[in-house]
């Protein structure tokens, strides 16, 4: 399992709207359209309010509204779910988006604040813990 940062999990849930585009899905005859909110998938890492901090858990199963982790035995509500992606899937979502940068050797949290930073026009806020406009 990933161990993500306690600043990067609450970086993905504080930019949870501007992280949905690196995902899209296939529509007729292969036609990629980004998406403002974002389907998980099975292997997806994920944060949820009810956790500490910094933990996050992998999906195993999922439905029309909640993902599963552990056989079914525990699960939450994907609407209230952050998807925290790792630096791969940022990676192919960023070329899913045609947003072409050099991203060699950037780990997530610098690719996050590198697509933030360039795309966004917003940058992390140390004090306010919060992204905010540049």
């Given at each position: 399992?990933?161990?993500?940062?306690?600043?990067?999990?609450?970086?993905?849930?504080?930019?949870?709207?501007?992280?949905?585009?690196f995902r899209s899905f296939e529509?007729?005859?292969?036609?990629?359209?980004?998406?403002?909110?974002?389907?998980?998938?099975?292997?997806?890492?994920?944060?949820?309010?009810?956790?500490?901090?910094?933990e996050v858990k992998v999906v195993e199963e999922m439905d029309e509204n909640f993902l599963y982790i552990s056989n079914?035995?525990?699960?939450?509500?994907?609407?209230e779910c952050t998807w925290v992606p790792t630096a791969k899937q940022i990676k192919d979502g960023l070329e899913t988006i045609h947003w072409f940068t050099d991203?060699?050797?950037?780990?997530?949290e610098q690719l996050l604040d590198k697509y933030m930073r360039e795309h966004e026009r917003k940058e992390w806020d140390f004090d306010k813990q919060d992204w905010i406009e540049i």
């Open positions: 399992m990933e161990k993500f940062s306690k600043l990067y999990v609450k970086k993905c849930i504080k930019g949870r709207s501007e992280i949905g585009y529509k007729w005859e292969s036609e990629k359209i980004p998406l403002a909110s974002y389907p998980f998938k099975e292997g997806d890492y994920f944060y949820h309010p009810e956790m500490e901090e910094d079914r035995k525990e699960s939450f509500l994907e609407e991203t060699e050797g950037l780990n997530e």
